[in-house]
C-alpha cells in the first residue's frame, strides 16, 4: 500500500515518497519478458504515470488539430506555382538586353527557391516543427523572401506593378518582425533582423531603379500571363507563410490527459485541455513534463502554460491558464500539482530570461490553493525566493495541521496547506532547485542545485519562523543530483547523480554510508518498495538494489527506449513510461 492505505499512485512519486509498501515486486524485464502491456503514448512528455483503481493516467502534448490539412495545403500550393510556371513561359517578353537577363535570372532564382523551401518544408518537418512558433516564423519568413522576390519578378521591368510589388517588399521587411510571435522572449538580434529584412529591403528599392531604368527604353511590356503569373504566386507565397503560422496548428500543442485500462493498457478517453504555443524549454525537457495528481475523483493535469481537472469519466471541470508563462520562460516547467484534502495545490516559478531584474521575476512567482471542484483560488502565496524552482511541493503533517514544504531559491519553507499561512522558512545554499524534498516523521530532506549552490539539507520541521540557525540539522555537498529525486527507505537516502554515481547517507546525520558508481546517465528519479531500490537511466536500463547499508545489485533489466520519468508502482507491477510506450512491468 501507498500513503492513500491503497496500492494506488495517486501523483508525483505516489504520495511524494517515492515508496510504495507493496510486495512481490518485479526484478527482470526485457523485450519480451515479464511485461503485462504496452501502449503507444501520442505526441511527446516525459511526465510520470499515475494510478488508481482500475485506471492509469498519463499527460501528453499533441500537435492540435489542423485547421488545413497538409493535403489541401500542398494541392492549393501545387496548383498556384503551376499557374505561376505557366505564366512565366508564356508572358510578353521583351528585348534580351543585360537587364532584362539579370531581372529574368533573379526571378527564376527566387522561384526556385521558393519551391525548394516549400518542398523542405514538407519532407523535413522538423524545419517547421508544430507549435515551435519562433522556428517556424523564421523558416517561413526565409521561404516568403523567396516568393515575394519572384512574384515581382514575374511583372516586365517597366510595368506600373513593379511599384506595387517594391512596395509591398518595403511593407514585408518593416513588418515581419513587428508582429514576431511568443517564441521571442528576448530582443531580436541583428543578424536575424537583416537575414530576412535586408533581402527585401534590397529587391524593393532594385525593382524601383529597375521600374525607373525600364520606362525610358523600350523594356517596358504589359502582359495578362504576367499579371496572372504575379497574383498567384502572391497568394501561394502568402499561404506558405499563414499555412505553418496560423492554418496549420493556429495555437501550438493540445495539453492531452489520457486514461488507460489497467488491465490491457487500452485507451479509454483522452481530454484536450488546453492548446497553447510550444515555446522555449531545455533541450531534455517536454511540452508535458509535470506528472497528474488524483483523488479518486478528480484528475488535474498540470503543464507549463496552465492546468486543468477532469473527472475519472473524462469530462472537462475546469481550467486556469498562467498568463506570465511565456513572458518568463527558459527551461520549460517541470513541477507537478498536489492534492491535500478539497484544494489542489500548484507552484508557478518563473524563470530568468537573462534580460529583466531578478526581483521582478520573483513578483510573479506563487504557490496556489485552488478549489478542486470549480478551481477558484482559495489562497495564493509568494515564496523567499520566488523563481526557478522545479521542484514538487511535499505535503507534510505538522502536529495537527497539513503543511506543504516547497523549495525554493535559496530558501526552504513550510506552509498551512488549508490557508497558506507560512509556519517556518529556512535559508538554504541551494540555487534553482529541480528534484523533490523527502521527509520522515519530523525532518525534511531538502536536495538540489544546478548552475550555483547545491547541497542536502535535513531540517526539522517542529519550528517556527526562521529556523535557519536552530533546526538545521546536518548539511552535505557531495554528489549532489541536478534532476533525479533522491528517495528515504528504511532510514537510508539514495541519490544518484544525473552523471551515475550513487550516494547512500545515513537519515540521522548525513553520513555516507556507501558511494558507488551506476553508470549510464540519470535524468529520472528513484523509487522503492518490497526492500529495493529502482535507478532507472535515461538509455531504458533499470539498476535494482537490494535496499540496506551494503552495496548489492540484485539484477539489471531493460527497456529499448529512452526513460525521463519517474517509475510508478502499484500492486506488483511497475508501470514506466518510455519516449513512446507505456509499459506494464510484472504480474497481471
Known sequence: MNGNGTDDWRGWRGDGSGVASGAELPTAWGPA??????????????????????????????????????AAFLAIVGGLVAIALVALVRRGGARPTWLVRLDRFVSIAALLGFVGGVVAMLVQPELVPPGNFARTWRVTGLVGVCGLVAAAGMLAPGCPGRIASALILAAAAALYHRFAPSGYTQPIPLKELLVTSAPLAVAAVGYLVLFAVARRTPLSVRSGWATLGWSVLLAATALVFAYPNFLRDSAGLDRVLLCLDRATGAERWRCAGFTAPADKKYKTNSYATPTPVTDGRHVVASFGPGLFCTGIDGRLRWSRMEPAYARFQRYGAASSPVIVGDVVIYAFMPEWPGSTDAGDIERHGHLTALDLATGEVRWTVRPRGARESYTTPLVVPIGQRTAVVFVSWNACTAFDAATGEEIWTCRIPIDQCVPSPVRDADTVYAIGGTHGPCAAVAIGIDGTGDVTDTHVRWTMKRGIPQCPSAVLYDGLIYMVHDGGVLHCLDATDGSVVYRARLGNRYQGSAVAGDGKVYFTAVDGETTILRAGRTFETIGKATIDESVYSCAAIAGHQLFLRGDRHLYCIGKQ
Open 33 to 70: 519478458e515479464n511485461i503485462a502491456w504496452t501502449a503507444p503514448i501520442p505526441g511527446e512528455g516525459i511526465s510520470s504515470p499515475i494510478v488508481a483503481g482500475d485506471a492509469v493516467w498519463v499527460t501528453a502534448a499533441v500537435p492540435a488539430s489542423p485547421l488545413l490539412s497538409q
